[in-house]
């Protein structure tokens, strides 16, 4: 079938870093004029493909034969020339020049040796008015938004004869209006002939704009199949190597007695009495739009924040509204923040290090760990929270998101907590870290630790929780069962919070 001929065919590539082998054999084929996407968990060797399209890197091993050569290790220039357009996940933006400069960089207009500035602007402002992208070329690259540089590097990709364009998770900056946008220039550079090439790993956009899905997991692509004939469950049993019943493995874990008991907390007006209970064993999500008081509950909880109102009880004991969290930390709670870039890492240490600054900071100050034992520590934890790469001295600001939020959860595990509050700790984290997260919560719970969750992601508190509390406006709205509520109605007790609430008030 013409529609099924194969525009791009990779064939046992290879490539490695030092000791990482990043792809370790992938065979691909991308058939003309498909929209196919690329999904994998993070570190699954998606972006080294790429770029090695791109030309930025040669294979080690393999070959990519496009028009019936071996473009495989070609350059930038050739590739591009070749028409294979790489949009990568990094936004390479030239702050300094101008949008024009930044869309014709890769390939200016030249004629009889002079730049044709003239030409170059009548194809930039065409690429935009294709693109549905209103902007003025003079401006500065870089007083533009984060959002604006998507585009106008989108713009650079396809200002010339583009046969393969490759984007390299370009949703990951955009609102939805904006990701709708591209999917419109998408479709439309697909009626124009071309074929798309789409890495991401956002479920609703694959399953909507893409004819066909590959699966890359551990360097190898282990799947393609038809988007519409692949189901979800199947998808991600593909990403991880097993069934989705282990996606949330909350077992039947005995729910033991009272843990923390929380009693007409106030804070501000934040919280204006808010009561509930956590048990040994048992793990609870609170849920709530912004503004409903969610954080607020942890921050009290934890010390970051102190209550003016109520009580706190942990194993039956009351303890202070006005702890610190170096005194939580002590009573056995942990608190795993939302932002792991600003509060749960430090960049500039490696995996070991970070794995263990919880210890060496607040607890053993005055029986430091030794070297060896520091190591042994680490290794233990990174094999158990299956760090990608396996390597202790990886510097942390090198590793994916996804590895960086295990290694900033694993730095509580190095000895058991009663309770750990964690805010929404799977934000931002790829399907396949993901779940080794969700079974870390399960052998937390497991060991008889008890968990919280602050989460905006109704099928994570749907699926972790043996409760789910919902807030509104700083007080408990509603307690619910998710074995017996559906995502629907939870959706529609966060959002149209402020009617029930009238209504149960009067
Ligand atoms: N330039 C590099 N130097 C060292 N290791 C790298 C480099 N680029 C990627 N890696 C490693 O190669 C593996 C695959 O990474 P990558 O292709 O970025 O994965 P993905 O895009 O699927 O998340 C990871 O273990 C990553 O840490
Ligand atoms: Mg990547």
Request: hydrophobic share 40%.
């Amino acid at each position: 079938m013409d529609n099924d001929s194969v525009i791009l065919k990779v064939i046992g590539i290879k490539k490695a870093f030092g000791a990482t082998q990043a792809l370790k054999g992938v065979n691909l084929d991308v058939f003309d004029n498909e929209v196919h996407a690329v999904v994998g968990s993070n570190g699954a060797g998606k972006s080294t493909l790429m770029k090695i399209l791109a030309g930025i890197y040669p294979p080690d091993e393999g070959r990519v034969i496009c028009g019936g050569e071996d473009i495989a290790g070609l350059s930038p220039h050739e590739l591009q020339r070749r028409g294979i357009q790489v949009v990568h996940q990094a936004l390479n933006i030239v702050p300094s020049l101008s949008v024009l400069e930044n869309i014709l960089i890769a390939r200016p207009p030249v004629k009889s040796g002079f730049l044709n500035w003239k030409a170059g602007m009548k194809r930039a402002e065409e690429t935009l008015e294709f693109m549905d992208f209103r902007m003025n070329l003079g401006m500065i690259a870089g007083n533009l938004s984060v959002s604006e540089q998507q585009f106008v590097i989108l713009a650079r990709a396809i200002v010339n004869e583009t046969r393969i364009l490759v984007l390299d998770e370009p949703t990951a900056r955009l609102s939805m209006e904006e990701t709708n946008k591209l999917f419109s220039v998408i479709g439309r550079m697909k009626s124009a002939g071309a074929t798309v090439l789409y890495i991401s790993h956002r479920m609703e956009e694959i399953y909507k704009i893409t004819d066909r899905i590959s699966v890359f997991r551990d360097g190898v692509c282990v799947k393609t199949e038809y988007t519409d004939r692949f189901s979800e469950n199947e998808l991600v049993g593909a990403m991880l190597g097993k069934k989705m019943e282990v996606f949330f493995p909350k077992k039947d874990i005995p729910i033991g007695g009272e843990l923390l008991r929380v009693s007409g907390l106030k804070y501000g007006d934040k919280l204006s009495g808010v009561e509930f209970h956590v048990n040994h064993g048992e793990i609870v999500s609170l849920v709530g739009a912004v503004g409903s008081g969610v954080t607020e509950v942890l921050n009290c909880v934890y010390g970051v924040a102190n209550a003016d109102g109520g009580e706190m009880f942990l194993d039956g004991q009351k303890f202070s509204l006005s702890h610190t969290p170096a005194e939580a930390i002590s009573l056995g709670i942990a608190l795993i923040p939302e932002d792991r870039v600003s509060e749960g890492m430090i960049g500039d240490y490696d995996v070991k290090n970070n794995l263990s600054s919880v210890d060496m900071d607040k607890i053993s100050s005055f029986s430091v760990l030794s070297a060896g034992a520091e190591e042994n520590l680490a290794r233990g934890l990174v094999d158990r929270l299956s760090v990608v790469p396996a390597d202790i001295n990886y510097s942390m600001s090198a590793l994916s998101g996804g590895n960086q939020q295990k290694v900033a959860i694993g730095k509580w595990m190095t000895r058991p907590y009663r309770l750990y509050l964690m805010n929404e700790v799977t934000a931002g984290v790829d399907i396949g870290a993901k779940a080794e997260i969700y079974k870390l919560m399960g052998d937390m719970a497991g060991a008889g630790s008890a968990l919280i969750l602050a989460t905006g992601d109704i099928e994570e508190a749907l699926g972790v929780s043996d409760r789910i509390i919902v807030l509104f406006q700083g007080r408990i709205l509603k307690e619910l069962s998710p074995k017996e509520t559906t995502k629907d109605a939870l959706l529609t007790r966060i959002m149209g919070g402020a009617q029930e609430w009238l209504t149960t008030r009067n």
